[in-house]
């Protein structure tokens, strides 16, 4: 089976901290998102990345940063927490290629609490 | 990418079959329609995927017509466990960035 590993399942951070989720796949998979899940706006992608060193902008990058050193590590960065960064985050992983692609697996989650 | 629509909410009782459409006026034609299930604090989870015509598999049918402007997610028999919020997207070629939308919420009542 696939696994999307999150580093925390819950996590609190003050105003102004620099915090980083990891996240880890162990399925060789080429593509690798950060998604956000808000209450009433579903799932918003942050960022995305198909290969290593190489990352995409999603919907909602501003307040975030990414790295990906190596192909099964995907880490998401907030510079400077802000409490409107408080949410669910959520990092997912696919293959590359049509129609392998479409599939993603997810990680738990991680619900983050900026204060 | 192709924008859909799908209902914000639907109930539904124990034993009956539910069918969710989504609406994607606009899309391409290597477009692959997928469906994802999501129950509450978990993360979404793949169901059913297809390009067109119907596709089958254990948990639920996918219904596409020829013109593929709409898709149909056919839950047979729901129970109280298939209570989740359903997402579909229209996702083609091969850069992998899956958008998804605010999906819809169903219901099973007993």
């Known amino acids: ?30 593509n690798m998102f950060w998604y956000r899940q808000d209450p009433g706006l579903g799932l918003r992608l942050i960022y995305f990345s198909y290969d290593v060193k190489m990352k995409e902008k999603g919907d909602i990058p501003e307040g975030y940063s990414v790295s990906r050193e190596k192909k099964e590590r995907f880490s998401l960065i907030l510079e400077s927490a802000s409490t409107n960064q408080t949410s669910m985050y959520l990092c997912a992983s696919s293959r590359s290629g049509v129609p392998l692609n479409t599939e993603a697996f997810f990680g738990q989650g991680t619900r983050l609490t900026v204060v | 990418l192709a924008k859909t629509t799908q209902p914000i909410s639907m109930d539904s009782y124990e034993g009956q079959e539910v069918n969710i459409t989504c609406s994607h006026n606009n899309i391409a034609t290597n477009d692959y329609i997928t469906w994802y299930q999501q129950f509450p604090s978990q993360g979404p989870r793949f169901i059913i995927q297809g390009y067109k015509t119907k596709v089958t598999n254990e948990v639920a049918s996918l219904f596409i017509p020829a013109d593929r402007k709409s898709s149909t997610l056919s839950l047979p028999r729901v129970s109280l466990s298939d209570t989740a919020v359903y997402y579909c997207l229209v996702f083609g070629g091969n850069t992998g960035k899956l958008i998804f939308g605010q999906g819809t919420t169903l219901q099973v009542k007993p």
């Open chain 1, 1 to 30: 089976d696939v696994k999307v590993t999150q580093s925390s399942r819950y996590l609190v951070k003050r105003t102004g901290e620099k915090v980083f989720l990891e996240c880890v796949q162990d399925m060789d998979h080429e």
